[in-house]
C-alpha cells in the first residue's frame, strides 16, 4: 500500500459512496487508477464491506447494552460453541474475546429493558457454560466509529 491507497481509505471511510472521478481527484489519479487499486483493496480484504450505517433508535432499538461475561470452564469445545452463538444472534452487534478479569465484551441492542430481560434469559441464563454478566446499559452514544485513523 502506498500513500494514494491510504488517502483513498480514508475518503472511503468518511463516504463509501465518494463517485470515483472525485476519489481520483483527491489522490491525483486516473479513474482506471483508482478503480484497479480499489479492486486491489477489496480483493486482499482492506476494504472487508462497504455497509450503510442505520440509526438504531429510528429502528426501535432504544436499548445499548455493554455486556461483559465469564463463561463457568476453560473448554474449548464449549468457548467455541458460545462464540458461534455470539456471532450467530442479530443483537449481539460488537463480539470481542478480551483478556484480563473477563472473557468476553458484547455490545447488544434490544427494543426497550423487557426485550433485553428477553435477551439475556435466552443467550445468557440458558447456556450453562456462562458463569456470570454483567451489564451496562448506554445512556448517550458520546463516539461510535469504525474509523480507522488513517
Given amino acids: 500500500m502506498d500513500k494514494s491507497d491510504y488517502k483513498l481509505l480514508a475518503v472511503l471511510q468518511q463516504n463509501?459512496?465518494?463517485p470515483i472521478q472525485e476519489l481520483a481527484d483527491h489522490?491525483?489519479?486516473s479513474?482506471?487508477?483508482v478503480q484497479r487499486r480499489l479492486k486491489v483493496l477489496r480483493d486482499d480484504g482492506v476494504i472487508q464491506k462497504e455497509v450503510a450505517i442505520v440509526d438504531p433508535k429510528k429502528m426501535g432499538f432504544g436499548i445499548t447494552a455493554v455486556v461483559s461475561v465469564e463463561l463457568e470452564r476453560d473448554r474449548l469445545?464449549?468457548?467455541?460453541?458460545?462464540?458461534?452463538k455470539a456471532r450467530q444472534d442479530r443483537q449481539v452487534m460488537n463480539?470481542?474475546?478480551v483478556a484480563g478479569d473477563v472473557d468476553f465484551v458484547m455490545i447488544v441492542v434490544a427494543k426497550d429493558i423487557e426485550?433485553?430481560?428477553t435477551f439475556t434469559h435466552r443467550f445468557f441464563f440458558a447456556d450453562k457454560t456462562v458463569r456470570k454478566f454483567r451489564t451496562s446499559i448506554v445512556i448517550s452514544t458520546e463516539k461510535a466509529t469504525l474509523e480507522l485513523p488513517i
Fill in 16 to 18: 463509501a459512496r465518494t
Fill in 27 to 29: 489522490i491525483r489519479a
Fill in 31 to 33: 479513474t482506471a487508477s
Fill in 77 to 84: 469445545d464449549l468457548t467455541n460453541a458460545f462464540k458461534r
Fill in 95 to 97: 463480539f470481542y474475546c
Fill in 115 to 117: 426485550d433485553y430481560e
